[in-house]
């Protein structure tokens, strides 16, 4: 048992420090940081710990019905960067108000087998009281590399279009 005192000394550190759990403090950019260093990490809990109970629906296709929308985020980050140890490298960042855009350039091995080197594109969060409230990726389709890689999943100009009858 942790004696009040040294509690309360603890706590005052962590608040400091910006470690406090919920992150109610922290800016837009340093919660998207702290996404950053935890897909990294491959480190889920962090992930899940920044996004908030009523975010966004995410589009992701993977997502199930019976998940609700924190779980189904939490799925299309888990599927898409983190199991694939994607690592990022930020090529610009702009914050409009609670918003964080940031231009990213993304390798992982999900890219090497399918012959990409790397994926460009855009991590549109929208941030409030600490947490994500809204996220999504926005390819470059005007990047080659991007354009096939999303074009082989069937996203995007370059994917296989149906017969026409």
Not at 14 to 41: E, K, N, Q
Not at 50 to 61: F, T
Not at 120 to 137: E, K, S, Y
Not at 141 to 159: H, K, N, V
């Amino acid at each position: 048992m942790i004696p009040a005192v040294l509690r309360r000394s603890l706590l005052g550190l962590s608040i400091l420090a910006g470690v406090s759990g919920a992150g109610a403090a922290a800016s837009p950019d340093a919660v998207f940081d702290r996404y950053v260093t935890a897909v990294h990490a491959g480190d889920m809990a962090t992930v899940r710990a920044l996004i908030a109970p009523d975010v966004e629906r995410s589009d992701y296709v993977g997502c199930r019905p019976e998940m609700d929308n924190p779980a189904c985020l939490a799925h299309y980050i888990e599927t898409t960067v983190v199991q694939p140890k994607a690592r990022f490298t930020l090529l610009r960042r702009q914050l409009d108000g609670d918003t964080v855009s940031a231009r990213l350039e993304v390798r992982s091995p999900w890219h090497s087998k399918a012959g990409i080197d790397r994926i460009v594109g855009t991590d549109v969060v929208r941030v409030r009281n600490g947490l994500i409230h809204g996220f999504r990726f926005v390819p470059d389709f005007g990047d080659e590399s991007t354009a096939i890689f999303f074009g082989s999943l069937g996203i995007g100009p370059r994917a296989a279009q149906p017969p026409s009858k």
